[in-house]
């Protein structure tokens, strides 16, 4: 298990994708439809009956104890009862008010891992209506699903960069290690809403570790004042992290779940070096009680932009 925490930190970070994201399929093509697009489906139709209902309790069961739901603003709500309280006030002060979605997307980001979009159209009680999109994160836990996350999404084109996550638009494009060390690839783009970046990576395979997959999402946290990411690895295990700008490099704190449940962390220092060159350290690093040793700068070069 050590060998998760041994890989490069910076392209282990926070979304090319594990599997290209597919259209939702009409209904002749349903029994090619995946278990996890499956699952989407069932969560799509229970959220639609639940806030149809105005049943904010049975709308916020479908999230994780731990879920978080940003709205168009960037603010975060965060665990399920804080989430069920938003949703009654809503209800509150709409009753009547009715939603239908419309899956658009679907992508495997790892085991029991899929993110999702769709497009959400909510009609009022005197008949007026809204359009938006949303995102999220879905995972599995105790064989149920859970909504991890949940993004309202303007439906106007590119709305305005949320604070500090504009300063980290020099790391788009792709990106590759050099020298020594397993080899390393990452793209790094904006999403469609302009108010997330993801990366996807991969990892080749040595002698100690296997070749691995994943996606970041990083996402500028409006109630906590600072850029958060999370990091879903094809293996299972998935990390936290916390950014601070400082001059020219972003100081990083990282916790990390390992399938087999232990955790880990480590401090990870990424320096622009300039617009093409990057480098990163990781020191303080531990699996459960176990200290690690630091990892010597590691440079990352810029393919294209």
Known sequence: MQARLLLPAFLTLLSPALSPAQDAPAPAAAAAVSPEEAAVRETIAAY??????????????LFSDDAEWIDTDG????????????LRNVFASSKGRTIDIALESVRRIAPDVVSLRAAATITDADGTTASGNYTAVQVKKDAKWHLFQFTEVDSDDAPATPSLLGTLDNLTGSWKTEGDGPANQSTIEWSASGK???????????????????????????????????????????????WTPDGNRWLILSRTVLPDGSVGGEEITLTIADKDKLTWTAANRSIGDQTLPNLDPVTIKR???
């Open 48 to 61: 639609t009956a639940a806030y149809n209902k105005g049943d904010s309790a049975a709308l916020a069961a």
């Open 75 to 86: 603010a975060a709500t965060t665990g399920r009862p804080a989430i069920e309280a938003l």
């Open 303 to 305: 393919v294209t932009k």
């Open 196 to 242: 997330f970046i993801t990366r996807t990576f991969s990892i080749a395979g040595t002698d100690d570790s296997e070749a691995s997959e994943g996606t970041e999402i990083i996402s500028w946290d409006a109630e906590q004042g600072h850029i958060r990411s999370w990091v879903f690895e094809s293996d299972g295990s998935f990390s936290e992290r916390t």
